[in-house]
């Protein structure tokens, strides 16, 4: 099995809960974390992943995560990471996030899965694990859209990204029920943006934001419907 790593998670929670402590302490608790993950999964190969810099999301939305700006972070989160770098197989992202990486490299790989606690993670198809409840899944190809539209009507505090006003947790579910392909779900989310006034465009940005990528030069564009696809080659 190869496993694929959140290293923005696991060196926030490992550093974290040794705010008290001094940095050796910390890496010793990222150290342990990873090997306890690649034991959980039965990993023989892993990749861990870190954000680095030039995050396209920034350029679309300078507003982006601006309500992280001015929170703290923990004192030993450089020295967990660099502790990763020289220590474990870790790759640096540039120009998209760790996340991203994550995606794209669970769609190139079908013996891969995806270690992290990130629920933005589960719009992709594949195998994932839970680091902290330690529980497995497997998402289907549909199911990732679904996840993806949810939260499209949802937005994400978090990340300072805006959903459609009035739907939330409870509601967002309710309104994808019945709708079977990315097409239907689509729309299912641009009729309650129409019905809450919110443009189209701004619809469209919170989805670019949310997509996970899949492909390296990847990108999230409204599905086409049935009527819209191009006819399929003369055989």
Excluded at 42 to 66: C, E, H, S, V
Excluded at 175 to 189: G, N, Q, R, V
Aim: a negative charge; charged letters at 25%; hydrophobic letters at 35%.
């Amino acid at each position: 099995m190869h496993a694929l790593l959140d290293g923005d998670i696991v060196a926030f929670r490992t550093a974290a809960v040794c705010e008290t402590e001094d940095a050796p302490l910390a890496i010793w608790q990222a150290n342990e974390f990873i090997k306890r993950v690649l034991s959980d999964v039965n990993a023989d190969t892993w990749q861990i992943y870190l954000t680095g810099d030039n995050n396209f999301r920034y350029k679309l939305y300078p507003d982006y995560k601006a309500n992280r700006r001015d929170k703290p972070k923990p004192k030993h989160l450089e020295a967990v990471k660099e502790f990763l770098v020289s220590e474990w197989t870790t790759i640096i992202t540039d120009g998209y996030e760790a996340d991203d990486a994550l995606g794209i490299a669970l769609t190139e790989n079908d013996e891969a899965i995806c270690c992290s606690i990130d629920k933005d993670l589960l719009q992709i198809p594949g195998r994932h694990y839970h680091f902290v409840n330690r529980g497995f899944s497997e998402v289907l190809e549909n199911e990732g859209w679904k996840t993806f539209y949810t939260q499209l009507l949802i937005g994400d505090a978090v990340d300072n990204i805006p959903g459609c006003p009035g739907i939330g947790k409870v509601k967002a579910p309710k309104i994808l029920e019945y709708c079977e392909t990315p097409f239907d779900m689509y729309e299912a989310c641009r009729r309650q943006y129409e019905l809450a006034k919110v443009s189209l465009d701004k619809m469209h940005l919170s989805a670019q934001l949310l997509y996970i990528l899949r492909r390296q030069e990847d990108e999230w564009k409204p599905p086409l419907g049935p009527v819209q696809q191009e006819p399929a080659a003369a055989q």
